[in-house]
T-cell receptor, first 110, second 116 residues
Framework: EDQVTQSPEALRLQEGESSSLNCSYT??????LFWYRQDPGKGPEFLFT???AGEEKEKERLKATLTKKESFLHITAPKPEDSATYLC???????????FGSGTKLNVKP | DTEVTQTPKHLVMGMTNKKSLKCEQH?????MYWYKQKAKKPPELMFV???????INESVPSRFSPECPNSSLLNLHLHALQPEDSALYLC???????????????FGPGTRLTVL
């Protein structure tokens, strides 16, 4: 059965304290893995797409990596404005469908 | 520009009302999606339109009726909803829209629906 699992469910960091969020997946025929940021009551904001194991993408304090079984979203020296829920999604081959994990709620304290 | 717009931002309706949600994108994307999101839960797929044709219906109750009048516009018609249908309704679009092709979804801001 296709599954997308994110951990931890919640993460509290001090400003400047780097950490990583995990997204593990069991999906046949992975077409792409996506990271989104979602603020309360708003739509998910696209961050990264990863297609192949070994691929890495960076944007400001965020860096996403992909292996054959999981993806990591590394947050370097986070700021309070990075506080949000981070969602991972996968696109499965042969279908135009995207499966979401339950998200990691990140809280960065000043 | 990767903007998807949704109207209204908020909607309150009674169980006997008929209302519609609207979604627009002008990026030339060929697939459009409706998702439902309850508080503290991930988005749940409801419908997918690919090249203006309904390609996926995730066994959604008939009180939700999607419509894609053209490639830029997606509607969700609501009728006889239940209080448990209260949620954030998200629209998304993606450039390619073909099953099996690599694609990326871009989301709108959502419509907060409350059913009394």
């Amino acid at each position: 059965e296709d599954q997308v699992t994110q951990s931890p469910e919640a993460l509290r960091l001090q400003e400047g304290e780097s950490s990583s969020l995990n997204c593990s997946y069991t999906v046949s025929g992975l077409r792409g893995l996506f990271w989104y940021r979602q603020d309360p009551g708003k739509g998910p904001e696209f961050l990264f797409t990863l297609y192949s194991a070994g691929e890495e993408k960076e944007k400001e304090r965020l860096k996403a990596t992909l292996t054959k079984k999981e993806s990591f979203l590394h947050i370097t020296a986070p700021k309070p404005e990075d506080s949000a829920t981070y969602l991972c999604a996968v696109q499965r081959g042969h279908f135009n469908k995207f499966y979401f994990g339950s998200g990691t709620k990140l809280n960065v304290k000043p | 520009d990767t903007e998807v717009t949704q109207t209204p931002k908020h909607l309150v309706m009674g169980m006997t009302n008929k209302k519609s949600l609207k979604c627009e994108q002008h990026m030339g994307h060929r697939a459009m999606y409706w998702y439902k999101q309850k508080a503290k839960k991930p988005p749940e797929l409801m419908f997918v339109y690919s090249y203006e044709k309904l390609s996926i219906n995730e066994s959604v109750p008939s009180r939700f009726s999607p419509e894609c009048p053209n490639s830029s516009l997606l509607n969700l018609h609501l009728h006889a909803l239940q209080p448990e249908d209260s949620a954030l309704y998200l629209c998304a679009s993606s450039p390619i829209g073909l099953a099996g092709a690599r694609d990326t979804q871009y989301f709108g801001p959502g419509t907060r629906l409350t059913v009394l």
